[in-house]
DNA sequence: CCGATTTTGTTCTCACGTTCACAAGCTCCT
DNA sequence: AGGAGCTTGTGAACGTGAGAACAAAATCGG
């Protein structure tokens, strides 16, 4: 019989067929990359090749295969047909996931209009907004719906996913709204950090937080001798209304 | 005088100010938090406070904020503006960046009439697209211009930062034309790997990764029992070529 | 049938990131 | 002036992630 394995220093801890949270986020881009294998005909790809045109090292991609389970062959590869399946099945998207977009603004506009999601195992249920002006707009094949209506289309369409394309400030409120729905995946746009309950996953995308990550790196590029001066802390702490302008700034 | 050092074991291996990468990608978030306090009259507060506002651990803000200098005070907290200045100063957002945007399509279309860049940091001094029945469009202030006229627009502009909204199709001849012209730092939405030479700097915004890993986390909370079987690997892997259709769609 | 060749799956080690815990330093009150 | 009470800055421990390296397994040619 198996001994009780005592826990290894330095492995992660992690449950029954429990993924490492850094593989979990390439999984998709593995999936991306044997799709585009796939249309391209090609039916068998090293770790190599994939590694390639996923854009990682590929030590990186064949450890990650591997907590999915042993699915190529040595001295072969892997088949782009069967571990593009196996890929999706991990993910959870052999199947389309229902999902709802609230605030449909210039984002909320663009994302109903994106025909990318269908394809990649998502259905957009329902477009919510609260301004009774939008309330009946056609987007392509959808209309938009009163925020009000949110309890039933969550309960009738079994949806576990919201994105929250709102102004910052009713983002929170939204959320709460999402959550006590049912709603238990959110994917917020707004500039804010939201607080949601246990058990509610959540997930952001920030536009001015990427380009400010991207502004840090150039700023270094450029030569820091162009930086300018630190100004020193004055004696006391006070007066110091008058320093220049920063962005950074809150809301819509 | 100062000592040499030499390396502690475990330390991490930063040039002069360096500030590790993850660090870096917070920075963005305490400066809107710092923003948030500011606008609400706050002048002090400490560093659970501004943990709170971001979202963190306080010992990991704490962290964060010590590889800029001891911008706080024992026993009483961070002084809100200086805190602010001192962010907005080592990310390089005390003054605009240029940027470009590339591909006007719904999500450009969304971008350009976004207001919160200019508040943090940036801005935007030119549309760009290759359909001539685009060009000449009025966005708000802006015009959309043809994407022949990129050259010229980041050299006399000193455009350091491209934006790409383009279908995944023509993202890295996009992608080289912008490194060509000098832009060395991208964000790109193109669902696409983008290879760029050394020196420039990318970053991506891919919302169906988002989506998918929320749907992995999503399936394991509703059972893993729901989970189809695991098709084994027939003898011979050929013959696999009616599996279901799953998402991972690559294109547009 | 066997050895050469290829490529996976995994182990080992090092680097990076997070969190705890506490001494050092500041303010305020008596 | 001196001690009580907070809060920062950081050393040290721990956990996670990345990459090099290699043994194991499969194919293929002779
Ligand atoms: N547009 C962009 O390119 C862009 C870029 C980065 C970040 N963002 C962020 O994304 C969010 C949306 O941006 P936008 O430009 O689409 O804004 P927007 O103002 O155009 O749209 C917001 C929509 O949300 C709706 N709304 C407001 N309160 C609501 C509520 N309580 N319930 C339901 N709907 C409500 C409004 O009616 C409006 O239609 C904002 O938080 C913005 O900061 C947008
Ligand atoms: N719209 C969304 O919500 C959304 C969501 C996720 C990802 N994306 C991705 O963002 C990108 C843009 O999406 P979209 O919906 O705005 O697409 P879109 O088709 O509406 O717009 C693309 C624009 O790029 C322009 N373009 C094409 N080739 C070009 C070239 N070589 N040079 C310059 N311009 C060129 C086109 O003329 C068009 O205006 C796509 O890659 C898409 O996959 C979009």
Same mark, same amino acid.
């Given at each position: 019989m198996?001994?009780?394995?005592s826990?290894?220093p330095g492995a992660?801890t992690?449950t029954?067929?429990g993924?490492?949270?850094a593989?979990?986020a390439?999984?998709?881009?593995y999936?991306?990359a *044997?799709?585009?294998?796939s249309?391209?005909?090609?039916a068998t790809? &090293? &770790? @190599? =090749?994939?590694?390639t /045109?996923?854009?990682?090292?590929s +030590?990186?991609l !064949?450890k990650d295969?591997?907590? *999915?389970?042993?699915y190529? %062959?040595?001295?072969?590869?892997y088949?782009v047909e069967?571990?593009?399946y196996?890929?999706?099945?991990?993910?959870g998207?052999?199947?389309?996931?229902a999902?709802v977009i609230?605030g449909i603004?210039?984002?909320? #506009?663009a994302l109903?209009?994106?025909?990318?999601f269908?394809?990649?195992?998502?259905r957009?249920v329902a477009l $919510?907004d /609260?301004?009774?002006?939008?309330?009946?707009?056609?987007i392509g094949e959808?209309v938009?719906?009163?925020?009000a209506? $949110?309890e039933?289309?969550?309960?009738s369409?079994?949806v576990?996913?919201?994105v929250?394309? %709102?102004?910052?400030?009713?983002a929170?409120?939204v959320?709460?709204?999402l959550?006590? +729905?049912g709603?238990?995946s959110i994917l917020?746009f707004?500039?804010v950090v939201?607080?949601v309950?246990?058990?509610? =996953?959540i !997930?952001k995308?920030d536009?001015?937080?990427e380009l400010?990550i991207?502004?840090y #790196?150039?700023?270094?590029?450029?030569? @820091?001798a162009a *930086?300018?001066?630190?100004?020193e $802390?004055?004696a006391?702490?006070n007066? $110091?209304t =008058?320093?220049?302008?920063?962005?950074?700034g809150?809301?819509?």
């Amino acid at each position: 019989m198996t001994p009780a394995r005592s826990r290894r220093p330095g492995a992660p801890t992690r449950t029954e067929r429990g993924i490492p949270e850094a593989t979990v986020a390439r999984l998709p881009v593995y999936l991306r990359a *044997l799709t585009a294998l796939s249309d391209s005909g090609i039916a068998t790809a &090293s &770790s @190599e =090749d994939l590694a390639t /045109a996923a854009g990682v090292n590929s +030590a990186k991609l !064949r450890k990650d295969l591997s907590y *999915l389970g042993s699915y190529g %062959t040595r001295g072969v590869g892997y088949d782009v047909e069967y571990l593009r399946y196996q890929i999706a099945r991990e993910i959870g998207v052999t199947q389309d996931w229902a999902v709802v977009i609230v605030g449909i603004g210039n984002l909320g #506009h663009a994302l109903a209009n994106y025909s990318g999601f269908g394809t990649r195992g998502f259905r957009i249920v329902a477009l $919510l907004d /609260a301004d009774p002006s939008l309330v009946g707009e056609r987007i392509g094949e959808m209309v938009v719906r009163d925020f009000a209506e $949110l309890e039933e289309i969550v309960a009738s369409d079994r949806v576990s996913i919201g994105v929250i394309t %709102t102004p910052a400030g009713p983002a929170q409120e939204v959320c709460d709204r999402l959550v006590a +729905a049912g709603v238990t995946s959110i994917l917020n746009f707004a500039p804010v950090v939201l607080s949601v309950p246990d058990g509610v =996953d959540i !997930r952001k995308v920030d536009l001015s937080i990427e380009l400010q990550i991207l502004a840090y #790196h150039e700023q270094r590029k450029s030569g @820091e001798a162009a *930086l300018p001066e630190v100004p020193e $802390l004055p004696a006391t702490m006070n007066g $110091l209304t =008058d320093l220049p302008s920063v962005g950074g700034g809150v809301g819509a």
